[in-house]
């Protein structure tokens, strides 16, 4: 603020949230014999990763004059980018099994991202000649699930293929004896949710000339993979 000559002000703020799950849960016979006369032999993968993010980003700029010329300018981001790239496996692998009863494998993932992104930015430029103000801001949510938190697919390092968030419940060269069902399962939940909000207020006063500039925008990206 000033009294007698010219007032300027600015302001400048960003939040950035990054949050990354990267889990693998496995459940697994590999090359053995397995028996259980009276009973079941059951497998079970489970694995459950929840993200949620916040970031919020707020900046006032005020540049006031008693006299002559004031000017305010505010800007601000606010930046939220999380993934989730995991893996539930169940298997039974290159065996012998013989149960009594039955013989299952389940796996299951429950991966959610809750996403909330706020920015908000005010300027004021207030003088009795002339007052001019400037707000620009920006909210940007990117999630991901079954991507790196680039937004790409990484390769698998044994089969070199893109790699996704994978859930598999299986039997492989395995010889099977049961009493009961033989089954497997693989199950899968995913949700994300992302609410992104961006204000710009900017207000100019002056008795001679005054000028307001604001501008906003938000983005949003939301992208899920699985096998």
């Known amino acids: 603020a000033s009294l007698a000559g010219n007032a300027g002000a600015i302001a400048v703020g960003f939040a950035v949230a990054l949050n990354k799950a990267d889990n693998n849960v496995i459940a697994q016979i590999h090359q053995s014999f397995v ?19 916040v970031a919020v980003a707020a900046t006032i700029s005020v540049g006031a004059s008693a006299a002559m010329s004031g000017l305010a300018i505010s800007g601000g ?48 430029g207030a003088a009795s000649l002339n007052g001019g103000a400037a707000a ?5 949510a990117q999630n991901y699930i079954g991507y790196d938190e680039h937004g790409t697919r990484e390769n698998d390092v044994q089969t070199g293929n893109p790699k996704n968030a994978q859930v598999r419940g299986y039997f492989e060269n395995s010889s099977i004896t049961a009493g009961g069902q033989v ?39 939301n992208k899920i993979a699985t096998d």
Do not use: Q, W
């Not at 039974?92 to 930015?121: L, P, Q, Y």
């Not at 949700?191 to 938000?218: M, Q, R």
């Open 136 to 140: 620009l801001g920006a909210g940007v």
């Open 183 to 221: 089954g497997a399962s693989a199950i899968t939940d995913m949700d994300i949710k992302s609410e992104v909000v961006s204000i710009s207020v900017a207000v100019g006063v002056g008795g001679t000339n005054a000028f307001g500039l604001a501008g906003s925008g938000v983005s949003t990206e």
């Open 77 to 124: 981001g606010a930046i939220a980018l999380n993934s989730s790239l995991s893996d539930a496996n169940a298997a039974i692998i290159n065996s012998t099994i013989t149960a009594g009863n039955a013989v299952n494998v389940n796996a299951d993932s429950n991966a959610e991202i809750n996403a909330v992104v706020t920015n908000v930015s005010v300027a004021v």
């Open 35 to 53: 028996t259980a006369d009276s009973g079941s032999v059951t497998l079970t993968a489970s694995e459950d990763a929840d993200i949620a993010a």
